[in-house]
């Protein structure tokens, strides 16, 4: 090590500043202990409001304990890129229920691979300074808790609906995590919840899915919904899913501190294919070749073609009844899926008493 190693307040400053350089908004340092949020975690997977999301109870405490996960971690660089692409119109297709509501974080490419090569140049500019050192890269990844990291690191604070705030930025972005063994100079946790008497997140959420503040019952949100579950999304809260394909960003679009949110300036997050402003018929048409070139490098891959057509089939057993809207879900009657074909029934029974 050079002589960066005695002066550690001097790297993370630099650290800082390398993380501005490319492209994020925010960096934080903290260290690994996690305190009330572990309990916190054990509970809510104690009510099972994870559902099927095996992944999150696996790994056992290694998810609160970083230096468990990875042996000989010391701190934890927590690092904030936003995601908001502009005016998207959004809100406006959210209230069209013809049109299909995307959530606003995968309408372009999938940030994973930008966030993880862009941690990786840090870590490269760390290590040409101060030479070989202890790390590893993390971006959305399941063993990792990494909003109450973000918390801690200074980044914002967790809101009711769960999601990390930030007073200049609102809450939509990105988190990363570089897992070090640098004995960095910490940052302070942020010092205050700014949600006050407000609970409109709560008020708005289609599905009810918060069951008290801070604490969300994944089984009933339109994200899990949408995305994680694999099977049938349960019949009663299908209604309540409208327009929303994949995703769902309510409780973000109402929270007051995202009227500070600014708009990105990252090319890969702008709307490719039109999926900002897509009709429900017109996306329920895409055979499974389209939708494997059209989501490739895409969130939406997440889904798969199925799951895609599931997520349809609902929106349009919600949407005014109309010839092309029936036409379209006729087409996929006899579709090979059990899944896809019992979602067009239930869509095309929606609208067959009108
Ligand atoms: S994402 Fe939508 S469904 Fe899930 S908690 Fe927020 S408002 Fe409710
Ligand atoms: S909507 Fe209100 S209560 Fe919910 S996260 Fe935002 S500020 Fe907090």
Redesign the pocket.
Known sequence: MSSYALDLDTLAASIKEWGRELGFQQTGITGVALGEHEAYLERWLAEGYHGEMDYMAAHGQKRSRPDELVPGTLRIVSLRMDYLPGDTDMAKRLADPTHAYVSRYALGRDYHKLIRKRLQQLAERIQSTIGPFGYRAFVDSAPVLEKALAEKAGLGWI???T?V?NRKAG?YFFLGELFTDLPLPVDEPHPS????R?????A?CPTQAFVA?YVLDARRCISYLTIELKGPIPEELRPLVGNRVFGCDD??I?????RFAKPTAQPDFQPRHNLDNSDLVTLFRWTEEEFLSRTEGSPLRRAGYERWLRNLAVALGNAPTSIPVIEALKAHQQHPSPLVREHVEWALGRHASV
Request: charged share 5%.
């Open positions: 809101g009711k609906n999601l705030l809450s919840n700014h949600c006050g407000c609970s409109a997140c709560m708005i503040p409780c973000q109402v929270c007051p501190w995202n």
